[in-house]
């Protein structure tokens, strides 16, 4: 997917069961409803298989977005994601998460790390046609996440399911990452999903923060 050209987008959010759940369902969610406001034909996913009710553990959320009527809304799981975020910055290491993505794809990570450092972590990094990084954690003001790990237990955000007592859309990291995305990409227009958004100030500063690494994809 070529930035503000669409014609079907797949986009795949890499994040951790329980204390990372919600945010990984705020990013596909909030880009869903935002392009069926603009007359896109959308949908957002879990994904079961991953078992997002273990703490920390990997788990995926899907969004689908075309100018057409999707002909694959049964298929279980994202085929060839043109987008990857990375929830949690330690997640670029120990898997292929990049599996499936065509040449010219865009991977963000919620990151403090330069894409210039990153990149040695990516699977298939001739795939990408840019590396973004943010650092959402710093943006939205997350302390646990890296500083009171002992506590994750009490946190507000380690429940799971309809039990969450947050209701805000992105109220947290989020809000940075789904800036991230939509900078980079254009797969929604800024007007259309900042309303949308609770941290609007981290969502506004993620803007002009993010840092963009141009890469060359090589075609398959």
Avoid at 130 to 151: E, F, I
Wanted: charged fraction near 25%; hydrophobic fraction near 40%; include cysteine.
């Amino acid at each position: 997917m070529r930035r503000g050209i669409m014609s079907y987008t797949e986009l795949t959010v890499w994040t951790r069961g329980i204390i990372m759940d919600k945010e990984g369902r705020d990013i596909v969610n909030s880009i869903s409803a935002s392009a069926r406001l603009e007359g896109k034909f959308a949908q957002a996913m879990e994904n079961y298989v991953d078992n997002p009710d273990r703490t920390n553990a990997p788990t995926r959320k899907y969004c689908r977005l075309s100018d057409n009527v999707l002909e694959n809304e049964l298929t279980y799981e994202n085929e060839k994601p043109n987008i990857v975020v990375l929830v949690e910055g330690t997640m670029v290491k120990g898997w292929d998460y990049m599996r499936g993505m065509p040449p010219g794809g865009t991977l963000v990570i919620n990151t403090h790390y330069t894409p210039e450092y990153m990149i040695r972590f990516v699977p298939g990094p001739e795939r990408l046609a840019q590396l973004v990084c943010v650092d959402a954690a710093k943006l939205a003001d997350h302390k646990w996440l890296y500083y009171r790990l002992g506590q994750l237990g009490l946190d507000r955000l380690s429940t799971e399911g309809a039990a969450e007592r947050s209701k805000a859309i992105a109220p947290d990291i989020a809000a940075p990452l789904i800036a991230a995305v939509v900078k980079s990409t254009g797969i929604v227009k800024r007007e259309t999903i900042e309303p949308m958004i609770a941290n609007k100030k981290a969502f506004q500063m993620a803007l002009g923060e993010l840092h963009i690494m141009p890469l060359k994809p090589v075609a398959a």
